[in-house]
Nanobody
Framework: QVQLVESGGGSVQTGGSLRLSCAAS????????MGWDRQAPGKQRELVAR???????TYSDSVKGRFTISRGNAKNTVVLQMNNLKPEDTAVYYC?????????WGQGTQVTVSS
């Protein structure tokens, strides 16, 4: 079992910044299995950014150059720094932990960007 606790999110204007954090706990938690997806109203959930099994990072084309995923100070914590936010970034952001055997999701945190 892996438990995910998210923090951060909120509302900003176009061009602003927000920071999301996610802490994973549980015996099988691994930062290389963690990442962020998002789901906008009426749309499918999509990848935002994540760590790969090799410890590198990958981003969706829509956020490259604006968002950065990194390791937090605490063990098994990931941070998503979101800069130059756009209205199309408005969504519920979900931390997730993916392994070969299972996928765990956080509760989701709302990010709203107004023009």
């Amino acid at each position: 079992q892996v438990q995910l606790v998210e923090s951060g999110g909120g509302s900003v204007q176009t061009g602003g910044s927000l920071r999301l954090s996610c802490a994973a706990s549980g015996s099988s938690a691994s930062i290389n299995a963690m990442g962020w997806d998002r789901q906008a109203p009426g749309k499918q959930r999509e990848l935002v950014a994540r760590f790969t099994s090799g410890g590198t990072t990958t981003y969706s084309d829509s956020v490259k150059g604006r968002f950065t995923i990194s390791r937090g100070n605490a063990k098994n914590t990931v941070v998503l720094q979101m800069n130059n936010l756009k209205p199309e970034d408005t969504a519920v952001y979900y931390c997730n932990h993916r392994s070969l055997m299972s996928v765990y999701w956080g509760q989701g945190t709302q990010v709203t960007v107004s023009s």
